[in-house]
């Protein structure tokens, strides 16, 4: 049976989002922080169920038919919680932690690093959050990691998580985002990427 197909995958839809909200900021929009609070308001909740951002969360988004039932497709989950954490991400944070030169398991990684010898729990969390067993469990450890993330802001590349996201959320590609992570994570050097965190500014992938 062939899909049909009426928007953007998660990636292109998240780019999207997220370069609409950086610009929206840089000209100057006074509507932006209400916008951006409506996403943080969406932080552990279920897509769909918060109609203050059906338009930035869903729409344009690109669902199988075929899949779209009475619970959110990994599609739904994957734009969610990228834009949602962005928002969280982003709060009180002048510079963008939208970082395309970085993945989310390098981010891991370094931020690993910067909480210490025993790395502040981020490890624990990290094993919670590629192991969870539905998109519920693996919003309530991200977002935790999103947390400690800001606090020592180091930001990461969402269109690509969002991808991660929906590969991991689909159960006949879920390992394949876990070795994904896994690769991330455990191939970081983190010397170069210290050095980098207070340097490198995000310059969008085409």
């Known amino acids: 049976m062939n899909e049909r197909h009426t928007g953007m995958k998660p990636r292109e839809f998240v780019r ?4 609409g909200l950086v610009a929206a900021t840089e000209a100057g929009r006074t509507d932006v922080p209400a916008r951006l609070a409506a996403l943080r308001r969406g932080v552990g ?3 769909g169920t918060d109609p203050s951002i059906w338009e930035v969360t869903l729409e344009g988004l ?3 038919v075929s899949r779209a039932n009475s619970s959110p497709t990994a599609e739904e989950w994957a734009a969610h919680l990228a834009l949602t954490s962005f ?3 982003q709060q009180s944070i002048s510079e963008p932690m939208q970082r ?3 993945t989310f398991g390098e981010a891991i990684r370094l931020l690993e690093a910067a ?5 502040g729990g981020v490890r624990r969390r990290l094993d919670a959050l590629v192991t969870a067993s539905s998109g519920a469990e693996f919003q309530h450890h991200l977002g935790a990691l999103i947390r400690m993330l800001r606090a020592e802001r180091i930001g990461f590349d969402y269109p690509r998580f969002a ?3 929906t590969r991991f959320l689909n159960p006949r590609t879920r390992s394949r985002a876990q070795l994904e992570w896994a690769r991330q994570y455990s191939r970081t050097t983190l010397a170069p990427v210290l050095a980098g965190n207070s340097t490198t500014t995000d310059q ?3």
Request: overall charge neutral; aromatic content about 0%.
């Open 16 to 19: 999207s989002r997220i370069r």
């Open 45 to 47: 909740k279920m897509p």
């Open 62 to 64: 690109d669902v199988p």
């Open 87 to 89: 928002a969280l991400h």
């Open 100 to 102: 395309s030169e970085r």
């Open 115 to 119: 909480r210490g010898e025993n790395g």
């Open 163 to 165: 991808a991660e996201i």
């Open 204 to 206: 969008e992938q085409s």
